[in-house]
């Protein structure tokens, strides 16, 4: 949480504006998403922009691309509200110029950054100005300025002040590009749908046992044969536009390589460092399944040649991704995938444990990553595994962050309070990919007789994750405030088994919205009290305004729902 | 035993659910029964063992190796092979295997303990699941294909046919396609490649050339590719059935240069006669392009009828000239409207494509947005939906409005309507809605509270509804179809007497089997919608705003995340749904076939083809040729690698199905099937 005396000033100043008389929240004729913290307009008024209006800024290497971006952006999109703004037009003064300061120009996009800013726009003087101490902060004001503008010819709302900072520093999007392959320009969408949500973490979970589509070139097999062609790869180019996509949009790009588990795909390259590669995944009971879905595989940590491999990865990894997190999986390690190796079953034989031989993987990568400048990022199993687990003494809080997806908010608690920093990608509330049925083949719950309850559809978190459910889950809920200090943020996660690009847009979005707001400036309202019935108006303008921009949004009401305000809500508003 | 006195596949499986220990010794293939599962053949050893050793399964010779399989007297439920010293040396499969070839084609010798000689036959992989090396989809009644091969095309390729208005543009449309197509398959056919013949001509025959596109036209044809002759040819009874078999020609069309199956014949008919997609264009638009993109990949699932829920409370898209302002008012704008010409591009589009488009204005209820222009007719317009309790709701969900059946000039307006609709939409089955009448928005009316206050019941409301529209509707030579509700509504409903089962057909959405057969049993022709089954919107939660259900605390069971018919219907619950369940054979008789439907609260253009597809496609097979095998077994198991590919054509296609399984499925089938197979 940002706790920082920049945000206690404006916590105070936030304070003192409750007592200006302004437009009720509720209400305002044109809205940001997420919505800012504070949005000072007494007297609503538009004005037009000068055909010569420019943005002025200082220059920097993601910023200027930004200003220009959103300078053309302003000028062709004339965008067409679903409700046009009840607004006072004073064409008297166009608008000539946005000004940018930044305090702090040398800031690096890096967890923490301050990407608060205040944007001003009068409505008696032909200059906005846009004042944020990192060009991080300045490119999520040009965001705002750019959601006030509307119409042809554009204009833009004006008498205005917004002062805006996020509460979650960490506000991410997961995406799995190994269960099906994605397309460079899918993943630039994404991209600039997240920066324009405010959203500035994408969580790239590269590979899997599926399909190992990245390309490195300290190890070109892995992509070579791991891959599912050489249509669906990643070069060392692609990701370098990734990369430099998401520095100009604000969005950091963490990698994932998950392991020991998911590595199945590793195989085709390497079978001597993969345990269990292309078995049946279940081949009895539970007890014995080898991998936690179809597609077997664990990395071998008793073998020295793993280690050569997954070090010149890392080496290599941080080459092409600066983020300073490192995403180091861990999640889902299958006792029978292990078990089904002869020199793991010989460690057994002589007393060792699983849990031990995960140790020894983690003992034997995580120093690496921290040489390397990185802090590790693992999924919960790592400590809270039921059956393997390492002793969380060998990954010390201060450089280990956990992400939680398992057991609702029981499972944060339980991370924070041992002093993990944490992420929050609850499977109940944050799976993007749930309620959509189930993958695997001849399955036989599929066949039921009618009239029995079709649960969740074969859904193993279903129901559906809906943008409701989304708003209004607190990642917090239940912790101390020393406990919630230490959850970082939440990413949202579209695990691709019954995902692709044809459906990419509308599965993340608006629901990441809905995450997106709630992460930067809550979920509730003034008075304290749950905002997402306030907010579905806003977020279907905000859906409307994102299909302008080239985001298939999922629609969430009839287009009759918000042209009749208030007459789709379930009981009269007061 | 020597290979050819093995064990056929159903003496295997009377070893059934065992282990096996064995040390393998010998491999070899059953080329005769390779031959018989349209495999290359004979499958040269050498090509075996590279696909083993792709598998992971070399060497196999000399090792020890743990045989598990279950199964019971239909074949092999799940089989894995297991080596623990080497278990990168594994394979396994779930599915059935058994049937066409009775014999295994893969036959390991091995000693038991005891030293004694033993064969063990197994089906895998490449070689193993019951499956035809290209695929149409939905599967054919009737596929025989003796030794798969494939030829090229000619670059003179030609398909001849009878002129017909609307069986011509098919005919140009499938040529264009398979000129332009160059379909790049998930999983590369492994065909003999005949290059000597290249096709030169398909060649239509139709026999009945006058058969209108309508309920129950003859839909059948046969299609014979040879691979010793330059000529393929279609026969059909009418120009529908012959546009079915472009379409499965079409579908074992792939690669650059193209090339097509061969060696085979074809003969294929639907079990259904109406196999349809509903789309509510009222409640979101959608273009008319995206009317266009989805009739045309209906044509490709061999669907047949368009239901076509045009108006609803929500908006009134359609432009009538004889009642111009219903759109113009009541629309969501003049660019959300369909004009005569969209609507004479639809239907034509529809009749090149073997589609009907069947017109529902939905009424008396779902009528809100005709206040716009005729408020003296509509019943608690533009009212909020739930005032009160339940009991007072004044519509079934937000969007208020019914006509007033009590007032004439309602038929006047309706009567305008009606005779328009008969002349843009030329198919003689007409919807007439009547689904939901809700109590409190005609108690909300004066003339109607006065006819209650002597003595009237709503359901005499409705009756004289029907009885003013009924004959109307059949004045004009159509059928009507009714939405169930009609005559099994809790509260508001009419005599059926009134209703002749001649003339009127119903629409089931509740109840799931039971409503259908309450309405078979009553003697009306049925079409089945289930909302358990064949609802398309369900299960992504719930539109409604400021809901307090949404916002429990963690920890309280989700339900159905809010969505009233949720969950999600996936395609395995549609494909394994029988439209006839609990039925007797009379009675299944007049059930007339099945439409899924995109109710549009929470669906619009930008998701109009994930939510339509690849599930319609699974409706589509079943009602055209089952959901079994031929053993009477279930098949969504095997279909799954058939709607993998049947997804990934229809994409390149240009239409946005959503998809089933991670693309690594179908390169490693059978690896990520369940052993839960009964």
């Known amino acids: 949480m940002s706790t920082n005396n920049f945000s206690t000033v404006f916590n105070f100043l936030l304070f003192l504006l409750t007592f200006v008389p302004s437009i009720s929240a509720v209400g305002s004729p044109v809205n940001i998403w997420p919505k800012p913290r504070s949005f000072v307009w007494t007297t609503p008024q538009a004005i037009p922009f000068s055909p010569s209006f420019t943005i002025t800024s200082p220059s920097h290497p993601y910023l200027t691309p930004a200003v220009n971006r959103y300078l053309r952006q302003i000028q062709t999109a004339q965008y067409n509200p679903l409700v046009v703004p009840a607004i006072n037009f004073t064409a008297s003064l166009p608008l000539q110029t946005l000004t940018i300061t930044v305090t702090d120009l040398a ?5 923490g950054v301050n990407e608060s800013y205040t944007l001003t726009i009068p409505s008696n003087k032909n200059s906005a100005t846009l004042t944020s101490e990192t060009p991080w902060g300045a490119m999520r004001g040009l965001e705002s300025f750019s959601q006030l503008v509307w119409g042809n010819p554009a204009r833009v709302a004006a008498g205005l002040v917004i002062s805006d900072w996020p509460i979650f520093e960490h506000r991410g999007v997961l995406l799995d590009t190994s269960r099906n392959y ?7 969408r994404l991209i600039g749908a997240m920066s324009a949500n405010k959203l500035n973490v994408f969580h790239w979970h590269i590979t899997d046992s599926h399909s190992f589509p990245l390309v490195l070139k300290s190890e070109p097999e892995l992509a070579g044969k791991g891959s599912y062609g050489s249509d669906m790869q990643y070069s060392t180019e692609d990701v370098k536009r990734i990369v430099e996509y998401g520095l100009e949009h604000g969005v950091r790009v963490i990698p994932e390589l998950d392991m020991p588990g998911h590595t199945g795909s590793w195989a085709d390259a390497y079978p001597e460092i993969v345990t269990c590669a292309n078995m049946f995944w279940w081949p009895g009971t539970p007890e014995d399944r080898l991998a936690a879905e179809p597609g077997t595989g664990h990395l071998n940590p008793l073998i020295p040649k793993t280690y050569d491999v997954v070090k010149n990865i890392f080496t290599e990894l941080t080459t092409l991704f600066p983020d300073t997190f490192f995403h180091g999986g861990a999640d889902e390690v299958v006792p029978g995938c292990w078990k089904a190796d002869a020199t793991i079953q010989k460690y057994l034989a002589a007393n060792g444990t699983l849990s031990q031989v995960l140790e020894i993987f983690i003992n034997s990568t995580y120093p690496y990553i921290l ?3 990185r802090t590790a990022v693992y999924w919960e ?4 595994d039921g059956e393997i687990k390492v002793n969380p003494s060998i990954l010390p809080p201060e450089t280990t962050i956990m992400q939680t997806w398992n057991g609702g908010p029981n499972n944060t608690k339980r991370l924070v309070s041992a002093g993990y920093r944490t992420i929050v990608s609850s499977a109940d509330y944050y799976y993007l990919d749930c309620g959509h049925g189930d ?3 001849n399955n036989s719950i599929y066949n039921q007789p009618p009239g029995t309850e079709q649960g969740n559809g074969g859904s193993w978190c279903g129901p559906k994750k809906t943008w409701q459910l989304i708003y209004n889950y607190d990642i917090t809920y239940g912790l101390t405030e020393t406990e919630a200090k230490l959850v970082l943020g939440g990413e949202v996660a579209l695990w691709s088994e019954q995902a692709d690009s044809n459906v990419l847009d509308s599965r993340i979005w608006p629901r990441s919205s809905a995450m997106a707001e709630v992460l930067w400036s809550g979920n509730r309202d003034e008075r304290g009290m749950k905002r997402s019935g306030e907010a579905t108006d806003r977020l279907n303008e905000w859906i409307n305004r994102m299909v302008r ?16 305000p208030g007459m789709c809500n379930t009981a009269k508003a007061a």
Do not use: M
């Open 182 to 188: 994605y397309g460079v320009e899918d993943l630039l």
């Open 381 to 384: 199993d790592v400590i809270l």
């Open 549 to 564: 921009r080239g985001v298939k949004a999922e629609p969430i009401q009839p287009l009759w729902c918000i042209k009749n």
């Open 439 to 441: 993958f695997t083949g």
């Open 107 to 111: 800031a690096t996009l890096s967890h």
């Open 371 to 373: 040489s390397l400048n």
